[in-house]
């Protein structure tokens, strides 16, 4: 399987090139390999706007990874929130996900989920994703998210809205009943993402610092934090989380 390429990151709290600070993102990017389900999100996109009496939601698709980071790159300007399945033809388990929160660390993204797992909805979640939504449960109510996000923000729709795995603090319960510490997890680094990525590919230290131009000192720091974050105790564990 070939990796997408993955463009180059704004920074913290740096608007993409041209953007002014007073741009307004109101558009979807929905990334579903399945067009039944892309069709069935359009539609109900339409029709919860129309019955709201909103402005029209441009709702971009794409049934693959490489397609969704293409169009990420094409319209970012415009797309407020990313709905990310997880099981895609290019791209295993969280793949797509570190690599959309490395390339675009600001950006909102709902997990769309076919798996209905405590530990996948913690490890998106621990990864960045604003919201997990398994696609056995209502997706009226993922779609009521994604709009709030869009008009509101996604700390307001985060408010609004509390179903099961919607946000960090709705897992709080779960949490304790879990050897995985996903309250400090929420806000791994850039760096951390991109060392994540190098070792679920089998890197070592030394070749993730030689990638990195980082000391293999600090490689070992990120790897040390990536291991408390997802409550495991060797990179081999570590791997086989992430890819489970």
Do not use: Y
Not at 218 to 242: A, D, E, P, W, Y
């Amino acid at each position: 399987m070939n990796a997408p390429t993955i463009p180059p990151a704004c920074a913290a709290g740096e608007a993409p090139p041209g953007i002014g600070a007073g741009h307004t993102r109101s558009a979807i990017l929905l990334v579903d390999d399945h067009e039944l389900v892309r069709l069935g999100f359009r539609a109900l996109v339409a029709a919860q706007t129309r019955q709201a009496g909103l402005a029209a939601i441009t709702v971009h698709e794409a049934g693959t990874l490489a397609q969704a980071l293409a169009i990420q790159q094409e319209h970012d300007q415009d797309i407020a929130v990313v709905v990310l399945d997880l099981s895609l033809t290019d791209s295993r388990d969280l793949d797509g996900l570190i690599a959309f929160r490395k390339a675009w660390p600001l950006v909102t993204i709902v997990v769309l989920s076919g798996t209905a797992s405590d530990t996948v909805a913690r490890d998106a979640l621990a990864l960045g994703a604003a919201a997990f939504f398994p696609k056995s449960g209502n997706l009226g109510d993922m779609l009521d998210f994604v709009q709030a996000c869009v008009t509101h923000g996604v700390q307001s729709a985060s408010q609004r809205f509390t179903p099961p795995w919607t946000t960090l603090t709705s897992l709080s319960q779960a949490q304790r009943q879990s050897d995985t510490p996903i309250g400090s997890a929420h806000h791994l680094t850039t760096r951390q993402l991109q060392t994540l990525q190098l070792v679920l590919q089998g890197k070592s230290n030394r070749e993730i610092g030689e990638l990195t131009h980082l000391s293999e000192g600090t490689v070992k720091n990120h790897v040390s934090m990536l291991l408390l974050t997802f409550g495991v105790r060797s990179r081999s564990q570590l791997i086989s989380k992430m890819r489970s």
